[in-house]
């Protein structure tokens, strides 16, 4: 057999470096047995996890560690689909095609980590993944500076969370360096889903099934444009509030930036006929109405209100309640009662970002002490509501000692996402966890990322991310064009 001279030297020369580093790495030998966890960054340590995520890469967090051993075993499928990993430094990368082997299926993983650590290999005490159904594979989100006092650089992004891929779906620069509201799915459909550009000449960017058009919803009366919105279970309708939005900065350090409404309504837009839906139970002028969705069938709309209070000397006393209106999607026309399902005077509490799951069972919401913006609130935690027997979860699984916030379902309801900043109370970051048939919420994960370094060097938050079934059909480029194209206006 001949061999091209070339290629075969260039392969001789890789199979000798891959040789040497074999060589220069340590192999584990005299090994202590510690008592505890591994010092792993992220924890990954007994965490669940969907069986087609992407490898969850991580650190042995030691300034003097200078190898890395792993083995993952499925208990299940035995040393069939195992993983022994051997890594010069502290840093723990699966390829991914073992990794893939080893978790798609659903089970029980092992894993044992050994670290050499100022010339001494410890084995530290073994950890479990837990691998359950698959989760829908794409994910967006808004990427910011986590100040809130600017905007330069801002991307919406999509990243696919079986692998490392990610893309620019709209960024600042090609939308005349406007801000950019998130990015929302209708039913987590690629097909469905809108965006918004703030700033003169912007809109909602509406996404059908890749074609994109810009909508200039409001009117006269109202005090903002769309802000908060969630589309209803036929497509045809969006629930959206209007918001005049007011920010202020706090001298506490722990608390850094507020921001609350000084008026906000809510109304329905029929996407069809292009006219706007009101009820006057959603436009009270005492009443401030914000954070609507729709329930999955259609039938109700979920929001958050709050008593109007002298601002800003009382906004520590305004607390929102979670509330639901009936909609009748065949009509167009509201129900005539307003239900109350958590009280925030009574509660001592302030709802946000009301989300209910697919399946109707339950709704996610978040908590804190006063007001609408929850992000520089330590103690903003994620409550689960069973809707059927009205029975809270405070989720002491899912939630830190920092902000947990902005959250959205997976199409299976098995999943959320959500944003923490429980490392540092700065950056937010998307966690995903695990919400049994039971209602049960496990331990939640960190979105996995390549290089295991990246959460130590990235400064940016990850704002409002969002579950999706499918990779959208449109790009930043094609945003650019709708945005620099007519707007569709709405009527009454």
Same mark, same amino acid.
Request: glycine share 8%; charged share 20%.
């Given at each position: 057999?001949?061999?091209?001279?070339?290629?075969?030297?260039?392969?001789?020369?890789?199979?000798?470096?891959?040789?040497?580093?074999?060589?220069?790495?340590?192999?584990?030998?005299?090994?202590?047995?510690?008592?505890?966890?591994?010092?792993?960054?992220?924890?990954?340590t007994d965490v669940t996890i969907p069986s087609n995520i992407a490898p969850l890469n991580f650190l042995v967090r030691s300034d003097h560690c200078e190898a890395v051993h792993v083995e993952a075993r499925h208990r299940e499928a035995g040393d069939e689909t195992a993983i022994t990993l051997l890594n010069k430094g502290n840093e723990a990368v699966f390829d991914i095609d073992e990794w893939k082997a080893l978790t798609h299926r659903e089970g029980t993983i092992e894993v044992k980590v050994t670290a050499l650590i100022n010339g001494h290999w410890t084995a530290y005490k073994p950890f479990l993944w837990h691998v359950r159904e698959a989760i829908d594979p794409y994910l967006t989100y808004r990427l910011i500076e986590p100040d809130y006092e600017i905007y330069q650089n801002l991307s919406?992004?999509?990243?696919?969370?079986?692998?490392?891929?990610?893309?620019?779906?709209?960024?600042?620069?090609?939308?005349?360096?406007r801000c950019m509201n998130c990015h929302t799915y209708s039913s987590q459909?690629?097909?469905?889903?809108?965006?918004?550009?703030?700033?003169?000449?912007?809109?909602?960017?509406?996404?059908?099934?890749?074609?994109?058009?810009?909508?200039?919803?409001?009117?006269?009366?109202?005090?903002?444009?769309?802000?908060?919105?969630?589309?209803?279970?036929?497509?045809?309708?969006?629930v959206f509030s209007t918001n005049k939005i007011i920010?202020?900065?706090?001298?506490?350090?722990?608390k850094r930036l507020e921001v609350f409404d000084s008026a906000s309504d809510v109304y329905v837009a029929d996407l069809q006929k292009n006219t706007i839906l009101r009820s006057p139970l959603l436009n009270d002028s005492t009443v401030m109405e914000t954070f609507p969705t729709?329930?999955? @069938?259609?039938?109700?709309?979920?929001?958050?209100?709050?008593?109007? %209070?002298?601002? &800003?000397?009382?906004?520590? =006393?305004? *607390? $929102?309640?979670?509330?639901?209106?009936?909609?009748?999607?065949?009509?167009?026309?509201?129900?005539?009662?307003? @239900?109350?399902?958590?009280?925030?005077?009574?509660?001592?509490?302030? %709802?946000?970002? &009301?989300?209910?799951?697919? =399946?109707? *069972? $339950?709704?996610?919401?978040?908590?804190?002490?006063?007001?609408?913006?929850?992000?520089?609130?330590?103690?903003? @935690?994620?409550?689960?509501?069973?809707?059927?027997?009205?029975?809270?979860?405070?989720?002491?699984?899912?939630?830190?000692?920092?902000?947990?916030?902005?959250?959205?379902?997976?199409?299976?309801?098995?999943?959320?996402?959500?944003?923490?900043?429980? @490392?540092?109370?700065?950056?937010?970051k998307p966690y995903f966890c695990y919400i049994d048939k039971a209602g049960k919420a496990h331990k939640p994960f960190v979105l996995p990322q390549k290089n295991p370094h990246f959460y130590d060097n990235n400064l940016k938050s990850f704002n409002a991310p969002e579950i999706g079934k499918g990779r959208l059909p449109f790009d930043a480029m094609d945003v650019k064009h709708a945005v620099e194209g007519p707007s569709v206006d709405f009527t009454y």
């Open positions: 057999m001949r061999h091209h001279p070339t290629l075969y030297a260039l392969l001789m020369a890789c199979s000798l470096v891959a040789a040497l580093f074999t060589a220069c790495t340590p192999t584990p030998e005299d090994v202590a047995k510690s008592d505890s966890f591994p010092p792993i960054y992220p924890d990954y919406l992004r999509e990243r696919c969370v079986e692998n490392f891929d990610e893309r620019a779906i709209s960024d600042y620069g090609l939308v005349g360096n459909s690629p097909d469905l889903s809108m965006l918004y550009v703030r700033g003169e000449g912007g809109g909602a960017i509406l996404n059908q099934g890749g074609r994109l058009s810009k909508l200039n919803i409001k009117t006269p009366d109202m005090v903002s444009g769309s802000v908060y919105f969630g589309f209803s279970s036929n497509g045809r309708y969006i920010p202020a900065f706090h001298a506490m350090p722990s729709f329930s999955p @069938d259609g039938k109700h709309i979920y929001y958050c209100a709050s008593p109007k %209070v002298n601002l &800003p000397m009382q906004l520590k =006393d305004m *607390r $929102y309640s979670l509330c639901r209106i009936a909609f009748d999607e065949a009509t167009g026309t509201f129900g005539t009662e307003v @239900d109350t399902l958590f009280s925030g005077e009574q509660q001592q509490a302030s %709802v946000c970002h &009301p989300r209910v799951s697919p =399946d109707g *069972r $339950y709704i996610v919401y978040t908590v804190a002490d006063y007001g609408t913006f929850p992000i520089w609130h330590q103690e903003s @935690d994620l409550q689960l509501m069973n809707l059927t027997t009205g029975t809270i979860d405070k989720m002491d699984a899912v939630n830190s000692n920092k902000s947990d916030t902005y959250h959205s379902w997976s199409s299976s309801s098995r999943w959320l996402v959500f944003a923490s900043k429980r @490392d540092d109370g700065l950056y937010g």
